[in-house]
């Protein structure tokens, strides 16, 4: 083998071996929003059962904020906690004032993506940008390509803005 063939043989491995971002998971849903409240505050709406009433939904209730524990919601105000109109999230792991990972794992009666839903989780990212502003990052994974994924994706695309819209009136107007 010549000796300026060698470059190019080590380009064309070096091609092949860095070319695996190309097959990357696209699978996954990321949503970037910025609040005007300090971290520890933006924290304490996520984590307790006073801060999830602010904006999660009208009906909250964090049994234990743990790995293991549940997140029992109910967008019906009439409703109750426990009754068939209750979401359950799982607590999958959590990082203090860093990220939390949630599963849904139990779901309201006539929910139409159930199926694909069992296949999904959420993880959540904050991050300080200054004193009074904090980024949260909302990473959704599991998606797969068939019909009721791709609606469910859309479902919780518009879900989380919507969601992160009332964080934001909640936090900002104090």
């Known amino acids: 083998?010549?000796?300026?063939?060698?470059?190019?043989?080590?380009?064309?491995i070096l091609t092949v071996v860095c070319v695996p971002s190309v097959w990357a998971d696209d699978s996954r849903v990321v949503q970037n929003f910025e609040?005007?409240?300090?971290?520890?505050?933006?924290?304490?709406?996520f984590t307790t059962n006073e801060g999830t009433k602010?904006?999660?939904?009208?009906?909250?209730?964090?049994?234990?904020?743990?790995?293991?524990?549940?997140?029992?919601?109910?967008?019906?105000?009439?409703g109750k906690i426990g009754d068939a109109t209750t979401i359950e999230n799982t607590i999958l792991s959590f990082d203090p004032h860093r990220m939390i990972s949630i599963r849904p794992t139990k779901f309201?009666?006539?929910?139409?993506?159930?199926e694909a839903a069992k296949k999904q989780w959420t993880v959540f990212y904050f991050q300080k940008v200054s004193q009074k502003r904090t980024q949260i990052t909302l990473v959704g994974l599991g998606y797969t390509d068939d019909e009721q994924s791709r609606k469910l994706r859309e479902f919780f695309v518009a879900?989380?803005?919507?969601?992160?819209?009332?964080?934001?009136?909640?936090?900002?107007?104090?």
């Not at 083998?1 to 064309?12: E, F, G, H």
């Not at 609040?35 to 709406?45: G, Y």
């Not at 879900?159 to 104090?174: H, M, P, Q, W, Y």
């Open 1 to 12: 083998m010549k000796q300026n063939t060698i470059p190019v043989l080590v380009l064309a």
């Open 35 to 45: 609040i005007e409240a300090d971290l520890n505050e933006v924290w304490k709406a």
């Open 54 to 78: 602010l904006w999660w939904a009208p009906l909250v209730e964090i049994d234990n904020f743990a790995v293991g524990g549940i997140i029992r919601s109910n967008y019906n105000s009439k």
């Open 108 to 114: 309201p009666t006539g929910f139409p993506f159930v």
């Open 159 to 174: 879900g989380n803005k919507f969601s992160i819209g009332k964080l934001k009136v909640a936090l900002e107007k104090n």
